[in-house]
């Protein structure tokens, strides 16, 4: 990946943070190939709480860009507009731009054509959220402004990639793009090792203590079921909003008492994968696309999956061919059966391992690089 001189190629990649952050910055560092030729600089919107990763960036000549420790916001601005200059690429890791970002890149628009914006999901509905302030409607404008002159736009789900164009204008080119999996196929595999015997279903509700997981809807529906059949529900809590997460512990301990276990704490990629192997379904009440990661750890461990029937996900995988169901079906009238038959937990997992892989992966984000 040199130029016609010789030079590596200059990747700029921004993030705000979260734990895909951490999982890519280890895939670039892990997989040679993402790395010949090429010249990466990391710079992160906000602290990503991981000291040891920004060590092993520098350790290993990766250049860190100074940013969430600088306090003055016009030495920030500068700092973003001289790291974008210098780069051959900019890689947006989701479009989430502060007004001084949307000032910058509407000023200076032939900075833009280096932009590939991969949508993450929270990015893109952001559109959809019910803020009418005078203030929003501007920056609103000047992203679109932005996002219809992006050139390159990358996601797993094409149908994001509709919607980018429906609701910002874009007019770039779709990459399908994937990001490594949180789980290994053989975390995954061992995990099944740990199932324990059950007195009754366990459900996995949600996958944070964020908002959009519509927690309170889904407990609603779950609390007529009780009267139907004996489960519990797992309600992961760890990450997010601190106090939307209490209140949701509180609202399903009131509706479901004892059949209800809120998490708080983080568990490490093995201790999840045990989790995730001893639920028989799990409800994602996302109105978007929204925890891909666990949904397809779920799919190949043959569990159930419930999503709204309206997303760009559940379009996704159903046109992968995997058995996956409808949650806006459900109601608290009607039992719902927590069980996938072993037909269809098969056939998922071989779907999903076919799908979804790091040596994948890894081939559609060095295509991205030499595009």
Excluded at 167 to 184: H, V
Excluded at 185 to 208: A, E, F, H, Q
Excluded at 258 to 267: A, G, R, S, V
Excluded at 305 to 314: A, M, N
Aim: glycine share 6%.
């Amino acid at each position: 990946m040199l130029d016609m001189k010789g030079a590596r190629k200059k990747v700029l990649h921004i993030f705000r943070k979260g734990p895909v952050v951490r999982m890519f910055v280890r895939f670039v560092l892990e997989r040679e190939e993402l790395r010949t030729g090429i010249d990466h600089s990391w710079l992160f919107k906000e602290d990503p709480k991981d000291a040891r990763l920004l060590t092993d960036l520098r350790e290993q000549g990766q250049t860190v860009i100074e940013y969430f420790g600088i306090k003055n916001k016009i030495e920030r601005l500068r700092t973003v507009r001289k790291a974008i200059k210098e780069a051959d690429m900019v890689i947006y890791h989701a479009l989430v731009l502060n007004p001084a970002d949307l000032l910058l890149l509407n000023i200076s628009r032939p900075l833009i054509k280096k932009i590939r914006w991969i949508v993450w999901g929270y990015d893109l509905y952001f559109h959809l959220e019910p803020n009418k302030r005078p203030i929003v409607k501007i920056t609103e404008a000047m992203k679109r402004s932005i996002a219809k002159r992006v050139p390159v736009l990358g996601c797993l789900v094409p149908g994001d990639f509709l919607l980018a164009k429906e609701w910002y204008g874009a007019t770039g080119e779709y990459r399908k793009i994937q990001y490594p999996l949180e789980f290994d196929y053989c975390t995954l595999d061992r995990s099944r090792d740990g199932v324990t015997t059950k007195d009754r279903p366990r459900m996995l509700l949600g996958n944070s203590a964020i908002a959009s997981n519509r927690h309170f809807e889904a407990l609603e529906v779950l609390e007529g079921q009780r009267t139907l059949q004996e489960f519990k529900v797992i309600c992961p809590l760890s990450y997010g909003d601190v106090q939307y997460g209490k209140s949701v512990a509180k609202k399903g301990k009131e509706l479901l008492s004892d059949d209800f276990e809120p998490l708080f704490d983080f568990l490490e990629f093995e201790d999840y994968a045990k989790l995730l192997a001893n639920v028989d379904a799990a409800w994602m009440n996302h109105k978007r696309q929204q925890a891909l990661g666990n949904i397809v750890a779920l799919l190949y461990l043959g569990k159930k999956v419930f999503l709204d029937g309206s997303t760009t996900s559940f379009a996704y995988f159903k046109d992968l061919g995997v058995s996956i169901f409808d949650s806006r079906e459900l109601d608290g009238k009607k039992r719902i059966d927590l069980k996938l038959d072993e037909g269809a937990a098969s056939r998922n997992a071989e779907i999903i391992k076919k799908e979804f892989s790091r040596d994948g992966a890894s081939k559609l984000w060095v295509d991205l690089f030499r595009s």
